[in-house]
């Protein structure tokens, strides 16, 4: 098995030193951050951090040409020779003992080679462990994701009160640029948030719920094959279509739309309406609705609907009394992904909703949601310590545990109804 | 209530529950219907653009080609049309009237064609966008002038040129040529599509791989105990998690921890494959599963080992789906703009990106960002680059349909 | 529609046969799926008040014939129908007629108890109440007791009414079925192999009630065991390869069959 013996030792020459190279990478940059930092002159410092960053930046986009280093006015001419050799000894000694090790275990690995060594075991061995690291990846993002959004949530709850946040009724987030003006602090009372965001999801749901369960209906129980062959992926494309087009659409065709049509009946209706966003919102999630219903109706045993219509029962009698009382359970959790997807939905209401955090359950007025507000308090320049921007992660993290809870239950509820008829 | 009387009301709940049924699925396709169809009625304008044939004299003039002054030519040519509009306040109004892109158009018509340095020739001038949407859409003039985009000066210059028939229409390839750009008749959405290749190829490398093999070890190998459960929870959950949240861990994370650049395609690659590893994983296992049992049992029969099984029988047969599983997965990265607008990739770019570390926008990000723009030609511009959008996602996964039907397998 | 229409049929059969007279006559019965012939040309007259029990191997088209009595078959796409079925004067394949008030009229029971996942009060209220029937609470109780009473399981779950039906054992699940069928008051009652997922004792008791049953209403059972044809049925019928071979009582059938095949059928040589 000459291959096996290639490839072990192949294996052990090269897998630690490329996860060597990849952590070099990976904190390439922060140290040569560490490096700079040391050489900052006093001066910048001084004026603030602003423009640390800026020279940091700068310097750090040219550390490997020496003489752009020692032409940029913020390095002294020994410190930019300083950090040029710093930096590069560093970097050659980190890959030099990452080509060293390689060889090393390379060395060792053929050492070991001989008639009688069964390379396959060990060589399956070895990778059957690298597949169970990639399969924890999964895990990882998740605990990247649970652990970086509280980290960051704690710094904001220490500037911010816990129950300010989850119950506060004022919301406006934009700091003071003077430390002395009024609400230099800004207020972060997230209820109007939910309520927007609740508000949108409702309408949303209003939309999808009804026409994606009787699409699901007459896709599943009254459609010729062929017809339903040809319409089933149709309406997937709905799914399909990048959300930030929907978005475009309901700003661009549905807001307006409604607002003259409801200028025509006397009302006031903001551009920026809850309506729009969410029944375009609506539109959107009508497949996530109808798809996983139809799957839970499809698997509705056939005996049943024999058993009712054999009773004398019409095709609707037997859909509405023995197949969806049946099939609830599936159509329940098909409910709770599709609010769940509404919940987390960004691009429509960033485009289509307010940003305007208004405490009400008005459809034609403009509210604003936690999706917006994340992006809102993120786009643009903005350093990473104020509220403002840490505010956005304890949205995020609400965000996420709903999310999180409603996936939960609706996939316990969708395997148990599976279960019961498998 | 009689017999006959209840099964006429049983036959009519009947058919008025069909009806309910097929008019919500008819009004979802409605709905699919004229979301498209009023995306490219509305892209209409971004495929042409109005402009003046002009001559431009270079014959008598003495030209240094490496220090030439395309703009002042351009302002020379342009301002020979109303030799009265000589003050400054006049000049800067006339020359509004105008792209700025011109001068770039003719830098590249005269690198292209040197003998033009020593000639009089006719060069096709394009307008500004004000002036474009004006012959395309006329202006309402009962509007007070300073609520117009044109002012009564402007309009009548512009008929002028309508009148002395110098107006022209062409066709316009700005779009799929050009980069981003403040102006709306020159900008288009090439660097866009060219940022989106390559936050899509990082996912590809990073998520393919991982997820295959992921996958793989879930389903063959791993024995069934708490962790793999663990594991399987977290995967199926994660698909479902938001992914403006996947924005939020690539800001926290790539950025501010391992302090990877903003806006580059590379940072926006590995947020965009956490969000489609677990689609691949479970299109993975579902296509794993499909393979049937005996042919494993035959092969461990052989004396062949659980890992060669696996990669030598069941992953080339598990292939095709596994493919039309992360096409499908790749398509609905390529359609994401939320977590890209966190982590920097919403940046005004207007160059063309050379690498996966240059800062750079992806197509849907554009979308926004055009629609975010108060220029109402952009409306056109906006919708035409959704109608790309859609293209290639359209392309995409017909890729994933031709797979599937050319390689399924049949047990 | 059915009363009305008992006395002026087939008079002459009444006079021949003496003590029963046919209530269902199938007359060239052909049923297709997609191009598939499943029956072929099938006439056959079936009794009222007594049971015929229809036999043959797998795939012989039994239960496609039984499926045909109440036009079930409508349900898939694929299978088509030609010939004629009249029972009681009335041909059921008639475009005029309403499947679903023929289906209230002929009652089935099928192969795997079906039991809704309801209670088992309405399990069995299910078919009277979508007919319009016994809306008066206290008339409904005692048609679902009437019902269970004569599928025999009343003794058995009387104080387990509000249970879902699913959780009864198979037997019992079997008798909610044909209770829910006997709620509605059938004429005909279908069973399609009522036995083949339940166990000896459940069979046993199960065939005790057709033989119940059999006073009050006509009953055609598809069975895969030649004994329980021969326990149960007065009259037994033959199928093989979609083509009715041989009809007649069931005695006769089993002792001294016309058809070679049949008798290879009935003496396990064969199938």
């Keep these: 098995m000459p291959n096996y013996h290639g490839l072990y030792s192949l294996l052990w020459s090269q897998l630690v030193p490329l996860l060597l190279l990849l952590i070099f990478i990976v904190i390439d940059a922060s140290v040569k951050e560490l490096f700079i930092f040391e050489r900052l002159p006093e001066s910048i410092i001084l004026i603030g951090q602003d423009e640390v960053n800026y020279s940091v930046n700068v310097i750090k986009d040219n550390i490997r040409n020496l003489d752009v280093l020692i032409s940029l006015d913020i390095l002294s001419i020994e410190s930019a020779n300083g950090l040029y050799n710093q930096y590069f000894l560093y970097r050659t000694l980190f890959l030099s003992i990452i080509s060293l090790l390689s060889g090393a275990l390379g060395f060792f690995a053929i050492s070991r080679l001989n008639m009688r060594f069964d390379a396959r075991r060990n060589v399956e061995k070895i990778l059957r462990f690298i597949f169970f690291i990639f399969s924890t990846v999964a895990v990882l993002t998740t605990f990247g994701i649970v652990l970086s959004l509280i980290f960051e949530t704690l710094r904001f709850f220490s500037q911010v009160g816990f129950t300010e946040f989850m119950f506060g009724t004022h919301w406006s987030p934009q700091t003071a640029i003077r430390e002395d003006q009024v609400g230099s602090s800004g207020s972060f009372g997230a209820i109007p948030i939910f309520t927007g965001t609740l508000l949108i999801t409702f309408i949303a749901m209003i939309v999808a719920a009804p026409l994606g369960l009787y699409s699901a209906i007459y896709l599943s129980q009254y459609a010729k094959p062929s017809v339903r062959n040809y319409f089933k992926p149709m309406l997937e494309i709905l799914a399909g279509i990048p959300t930030v087009v929907y978005g475009f659409f309901a700003a661009l065709s549905v807001g307006p739309f409604i607002r003259s049509s409801g200028e025509t009946l006397g009302l006031t209706v903001s551009t920026e309406s809850a309506l729009a966003a969410g029944l375009v919102m609506g539109i959107m999630i009508i497949p996530y609705v109808s798809s996983l219903s139809d799957d839970v109706m499809s698997a509705v045993p056939e005996s049943l609907r024999d058993g009712s219509l054999a009773l004398g029962a019409t095709k609707s009698e037997t859909i509405k009394k023995v197949i969806f009382p049946a099939a609830l359970p599936g159509i329940v959790g098909a409910m709770l992904l599709a609010i769940s997807r509404a919940i987390g939905e960004t691009m429509i209401v960033v485009m289509a909703a307010g940003l305007a955090a208004n405490l009400t359950a008005n459809p034609l007025s403009a509210v604003t949601t936690v999706t917006v507000q994340i992006v809102t308090l993120l786009v643009g320049d903005q350093e990473f310590d104020s509220p403002k921007t840490l505010a956005a992660f304890a949205l995020g993290l609400v965000l996420f545990f709903i999310t999180l809870i409603l996936n939960v239950i609706a996939m316990i509820t969708v395997r148990r109804y599976r279960e019961r008829y498998d | ?411 | 529609m059915v009363t009305e229409m008992d006395q002026n049929i087939n008079i002459d059969d009444v006079d021949t046969k003496m003590e029963k007279k046919s209530l269902i006559h199938c007359t060239d019965v052909n049923v297709f799926y997609d191009d598939k012939q499943a029956l072929f040309n099938v006439d056959l007259n079936i009794n009222e008040k007594e049971v015929t029990s229809l036999i043959g191997p797998s795939g012989c088209g039994k239960s496609t014939f039984i499926r045909c009595l109440n036009r079930m078959n409508d349900v898939i796409e694929t299978c088509s129908f030609n010939g004629s079925i009249i029972i009681n004067g009335q041909d059921i394949y008639d475009p005029e007629i309403d499947v679903v008030e023929l289906r209230a009229k002929i009652g089935m029971v099928f192969q795997k108890p079906n039991p809704f996942p309801k209670s088992v009060f309405d399990n069995v209220a299910y078919g009277p109440k979508l007919h319009g029937r016994f809306l008066n609470k206290s008339d409904m109780n005692n048609k679902v007791e009437d019902s269970l009473i004569k599928a025999g399981l009343w003794d058995e779950i009387k104080d387990r009414l509000n249970e879902p039906g699913t959780a009864l054992s198979g037997g019992q699940q079997q008798r909610l079925c044909i209770a829910r069928a006997i709620a509605v008051d059938p004429e005909i009652i279908l069973m399609d192999e009522p036995c083949s997922a339940l166990d000896p004792i459940a069979t046993a008791r199960i065939e005790e009630l057709i033989d119940e049953l059999k006073v009050n209403y006509t009953i055609v059972i598809v069975t895969h065991s030649m004994q329980q044809a021969a326990r149960v049925s007065q009259r037994t019928a033959f199928f093989h390869l979609g083509n009715l071979i041989e009809v007649g009582d069931t005695g006769k059938i089993f002792r001294s069959p016309d058809n070679e095949q049949t008798e290879a059928y009935v003496t396990g040589r064969y199938g």
């Design chain 2, 1 to 411: 209530m009689t017999d006959k009387a209840l099964t006429l009301k049983r036959k009519f709940a009947e058919t008025r529950f069909k009806i309910y049924g097929l008019a919500s699925l008819f009004l979802a396709m409605v709905m699919l219907v004229v979301i498209i169809s009023s995306m490219t009625y509305r892209s209409i304008p971004a495929f042409t653009n109005y402009g003046i044939n002009l001559e431009i004299k270079l014959a008598n003039e003495f030209i240094d080609k490496d220090d030439l002054d395309y703009r002042g030519i351009i302002r020379e040519t342009i301002f020979s049309l109303d030799s009265e509009c000589d003050d400054r306040k006049c000049r800067r109004s006339f020359s509004k009237l105008f792209s700025s892109g011109a001068a770039y158009d003719l830098r590249d018509a005269l690198e292209e064609d040197e003998s033009l340095y020593e000639k009089n020739f006719n060069f096709y001038i394009l307008f500004s966008d004000d002036a474009d949407l004006f012959y395309k859409f006329g202006i309402d003039k009962n509007l007070p002038e300073n609520e117009r985009r044109l002012n009564d000066q402007e309009i009548l210059w512009l008929e002028g040129f309508q009148e002395k028939g110098l107006v022209e229409k062409k066709f316009s390839s700005n779009l799929f040529t050009n980069g981003d750009s403040r102006e709306p008749e020159i900008a288009g959405v090439l660097g866009a599509v060219i940022g989106s290749m390559y936050t899509i190829l990082i996912t590809l490398i990073i998520s393919f791989p991982i997820g295959v093999l992921a996958a793989i070890y879930l389903e063959s190998f791993a024995s069934k105990n708490r962790i793999t459960d663990f594991i399987e929870v977290n995967i199926n959950n994660l698909a479902a998690v938001p992914s403006i949240v996947f924005g939020l861990l690539g800001l926290a994370l790539f950025i501010n921890f391992f302090g990877m650049p903003r806006s580059a395609p590379l940072v926006g690659g590995c947020v965009l494959s956490l969000m489609t590893l677990p689609v691949i994983i479970i299109a993975t296992r579902a296509s794993l599963q499909s393979v049937p049992p005996s042919i494993r049992e035959a092969a461990l029969a052989m004396g062949a080992s659980e890992m060669q099984v696996v990669f030598q029988h069941i992953l080339p047969a598990a292939l095709p789906g596994i493919l039309t599983g992360t096409i499908i997965g790749l398509a609905r990265a390529f359609g994401e703009s939320a977590p890209l607008l966190l982590i920097g990739m919403v940046a005004f770019v207007v160059d063309i990106p050379q690498s996966v570390m240059d800062p750079a926008t992806a197509l849907p990000v554009q979308v926004y960002i055009w629609a975010d723009s108060p220029e109402r030609a952009f409306v056109a511009k906006t919708s035409a680059a959704t109608l790309v959008l859609i293209f290639l996602l359209i392309i995409i996964n017909l890729a994933a349909v031709i797979l599937r039907k050319k390689y399924e397998l049949k047990w």
